[in-house]
């Protein structure tokens, strides 16, 4: 149990540090590992509303949006026709999802937003790690007509922000992490297996490891009626059957949904 206890508390302090690496702010441009039609495109048959599969939750219309390694936003989509068939604040979440996956992944490991979950409560070895990183104030700037075209005018920014739920994953060629992709716009356990779908229609699941042994940075529902995870790395449960899903995607762990 206490080598259990160091462990986090190492992992703990390594990812404070990484916040400091993605700040926010202008950035030149970067190697992006997807276009914009090939994430319109994982992104529109991963959704129930665009004609794809059941993921849990609302099955509404979401966002997508993906980061290079360097943390510059580079693609910014959306499932539906126009920009408001979707929570309009799911935009700058899924960014922000994307840059926090991305800046808390590396070469040998990686971790989802889901897997900081349960670490970033209070009293545990991450808790305040949501004020490390504000989000850039340039999230909601721009022209709202370009939000989610090749245009949008976070594309060659850095979005900041952390966030600690489901929704994020590192994107993994043969080589390491090419980049960050995070969905929003459902519960945060649907967006887990929506952002689960795309990564793997994009070919970018190369993932060589992660908190879990056998489903690396998948979504663990081991939270107790205490509220703590068993494992540190656990997520909550959300209210439809988003944990059934993610178990026959390979995309979770850890039982049946509440529904």
């Known amino acids: 149990m206490a080598a259990r206890d160091s462990a986090r508390l190492r992992l703990g302090a390594a990812l404070v540090g990484a916040v400091f690496l993605f700040k926010p702010g202008a950035a030149g441009a970067a190697d992006c590992p997807v276009t914009h ?7 529109k048959a991963s959704v129930k509303a665009a ?3 059941k993921n849990g939750g609302f099955e509404n219309h979401e966002w997508a949006g993906v980061v290079a390694r360097d943390g510059t936003v580079c693609a910014v989509a ?12 799911s935009r700058a979440v899924a960014m922000e999802k994307a840059s926090t996956a991305n800046g808390f992944s590396v070469k040998p490991m990686a971790l989802s937003t889901a897997n ?3 670490q970033a409560q209070p ?17 909601l700037a721009g022209d709202a007509a370009q939000f989610g075209s090749p245009s949008d005018p976070m594309i060659g920014k850095r979005i900041g922000g952390v966030v600690v739920f489901g929704g994020g994953l590192a994107l993994y060629d043969d080589t390491g992490v090419v980049g960050g992709l995070g969905v929003s716009g ?3 356990c649907a967006d887990h297996n929506v952002a689960w779908r795309m990564r793997d229609a994009l070919g970018l699941n190369k993932v060589p ?14 939270l107790g009626v205490d509220g703590k995870s068993a494992s540190g790395f656990g997520h909550v449960k959300c209210a439809g059957d988003e944990a059934d899903i993610a178990d ?4 979770g762990v850890g039982g049946q949904s509440l529904k």
């Not at 959306?78 to 604040?89: N, R």
């Not at 991450?126 to 340039?138: F, I, K, R, T, V």
Request: aromatic share 8%; glycine share 12%.
């Open 78 to 89: 959306f499932s539906g026709d126009k920009p408001d068939d979707q929570w309009p604040g």
């Open 116 to 118: 900081l979950f349960a």
């Open 248 to 251: 026959e995607l390979a995309a």
């Open 186 to 188: 459902d519960t945060s």
């Open 37 to 43: 039609e090939q994430l319109v495109k994982a992104l």
């Open 51 to 53: 004609g794809g599969p």
């Open 209 to 222: 490891a992660g908190v879990n042994p056998n489903r690396k940075d998948a979504i663990v529902f081991d």
């Open 123 to 139: 009293g545990q070895s991450l808790y305040g790690l949501l004020q490390a990183s504000p989000p850039s104030p340039e999230a």
